[in-house]
């Protein structure tokens, strides 16, 4: 039990905050498709501490600058400014992460319910581990997490960083939900969110709210 406790916690902390990014390095050989993102066993969401919350917050209200991305999957290269006049949620994601496994079908929820009303689900991936990036350990995730949704890489963690303005919310796997035009009207601070939780609820409150606000002319 001892040694299932002490895998589960190292697996969790791929999700939680880091100082920085892995450095780059050559790809290291991919291992097999049925070994990327296992099924990981469910990790209960840690209470967000109210100082990690209120720096979520305070970047409510804010417009973030536009994404630096590579390697799109599902759709050609999107730019954040195309995208004004829909409701946009933006969440960061990585490989062997039990927060982004457990969210990945909310994620899907979302885009199945809302995209027809102009939602647009969009998946940042954020590279941690000591290996080198991979784009056939993203790539395989993305499948494996069931992402059809547009979903890009986010190198160095770079538009990442420009959206928390070195706030500290306690993980690296952020959800920001913006309007339609463009400003930030909610930030889940990282960890999980699954249908029937409380943060599941707020997130799809304020997705409908959003979305019956007016298109801006």
Same mark, same amino acid.
């Given at each position: 039990? $001892?040694?299932?406790?002490? @895998?589960?916690?190292?697996?969790?902390? +791929? !999700?939680?905050?880091? #100082?920085?990014?892995?450095? *780059?390095?050559?790809?290291?050989?991919?291992?097999?498709?049925?070994?990327?993102?296992?099924?990981?066993?469910?990790?209960?969401?840690?209470?967000?501490?109210?100082?990690?919350?209120?720096?979520?917050?305070?970047?409510?209200?804010?417009?973030?600058?536009?994404?630096?991305?590579?390697?799109?999957?599902?759709?050609?290269?999107?730019?954040?400014?195309?995208? $004004?006049?829909?409701?946009? @949620?933006?969440?960061?994601?990585?490989? +062997? !992460?039990?927060?982004? #496994?457990?969210?990945?079908? *909310?994620?899907?929820?979302?885009?199945?319910?809302?995209?027809?009303?102009?939602?647009?689900?969009?998946?940042?991936?954020?590279?941690?581990?000591?290996?080198?990036?991979?784009?056939?350990?993203?790539?395989?995730?993305?499948?494996?997490?069931?992402?059809?949704?547009?979903?890009?890489?986010?190198?160095?963690?770079?538009?990442?960083?420009?959206?928390?303005?070195?706030?500290?919310?306690?993980?690296?796997?952020?959800?920001?939900?913006?309007?339609?035009?463009?400003?930030?009207?909610?930030?889940?601070?990282?960890?999980?969110?699954?249908?029937?939780?409380?943060?599941?609820?707020?997130?799809?409150?304020?997705?409908?709210?959003?979305?019956?606000?007016?298109?801006?002319?």
């Amino acid at each position: 039990m $001892r040694s299932l406790l002490l @895998l589960l916690a190292s697996v969790a902390l +791929g !999700c939680s905050a880091a #100082s920085a990014p892995p450095a *780059a390095g050559p790809a290291a050989p991919s291992p097999p498709v049925t070994a990327l993102a296992p099924a990981l066993a469910p990790v209960s969401q840690p209470a967000i501490p109210p100082a990690q919350q209120a720096a979520a917050d305070a970047l409510v209200g804010e417009t973030p600058p536009e994404w630096q991305t590579e390697r799109w999957m599902n759709t050609a290269p999107l730019r954040l400014a195309d995208l $004004r006049g829909k409701v946009v @949620l933006v969440r960061w994601w990585t490989a +062997g !992460c039990p927060f982004c #496994s457990d969210t990945a079908p *909310a994620l899907r929820r979302f885009d199945h319910d809302y995209a027809a009303r102009g939602l647009v689900v969009v998946g940042l991936y954020h590279h941690k581990g000591a290996e080198p990036f991979d784009p056939r350990v993203y790539e395989d995730t993305a499948r494996q997490y069931g992402f059809t949704f547009p979903v890009a890489v986010d190198p160095s963690w770079s538009t990442l960083k420009g959206w928390l303005h070195g706030a500290d919310t306690g993980f690296t796997s952020v959800s920001f939900l913006l309007d339609r035009k463009g400003v930030i009207r909610r930030v889940h601070p990282g960890g999980q969110y699954v249908e029937g939780d409380a943060d599941y609820a707020k997130m799809k409150a304020t997705i409908e709210q959003l979305l019956a606000e007016p298109t801006p002319s």
